[in-house]
């Protein structure tokens, strides 16, 4: 696979045991941080959203330009933009595309767990693409992420049905919580359409073109 940061199928990674040690001395200082309030309120909401272990009964299905006229929000929230994150972080979305790109990120701490540990980027497109990686501009692609909650063996989903899906470029339908990356502001329009996500993914489904029915990715 070509690319830093693609999804990558590794064995044990070198010096395991010292790589822990570390690890978990960060992990220890971050959730510290956050049991003291330390964080910002900001940063603490965004753990607890990410979080999120609760599957829908119901989504609301989102084209792409709805997706995009989701409000523009700033780096830091005043009183407004705090109402306007909650409302929309507590509705339940569906998106269908492509998936362009399958991405293994390194971002475990926010789970509680080993950095490589993290959740897997489902970079959604409009249109079927010639290839899973291709070419060309990537700022018009919708993000949506599947966390450590949602990750084998509690689904399906692992690594190699996901980059199956991008390598075939089905259509896919996506569904999960809306949340609002403000970490990721500076990607959109070089690898992200927007700071809004599906985060996280709580249902993948797969669509059969001949039978003209979806399929649960179970």
Known sequence: MRGSGRLEMRGTPPARRCARAVVGLVLSGVLLLASCGILSPQYRYLLEVKNRIEVPAVYQPLTFAQFLALPVLPLGYEDGDWEAVRAHTARAVSM?????????????????????????????????????????????????????HFQPPKTGWSDEALWDLCQRQVRVRISGWLLHDFQHLDGAGRWRASAWEIHPVTKIEVWDPGRQVWHVLP
């Open 96 to 148: 269908e595309g492509y998936i362009a790109e399958v991405r293994r990120v390194r971002d475990g701490w926010n789970y509680g767990l080993l950095p490589w540990k993290g959740d897997v980027h489902l970079h959604l497109r409009d249109q079927p693409q010639r290839q899973c990686f291709p070419d060309g501009p990537r700022g018009g692609q919708l993000v949506t992420e599947v966390t450590p």
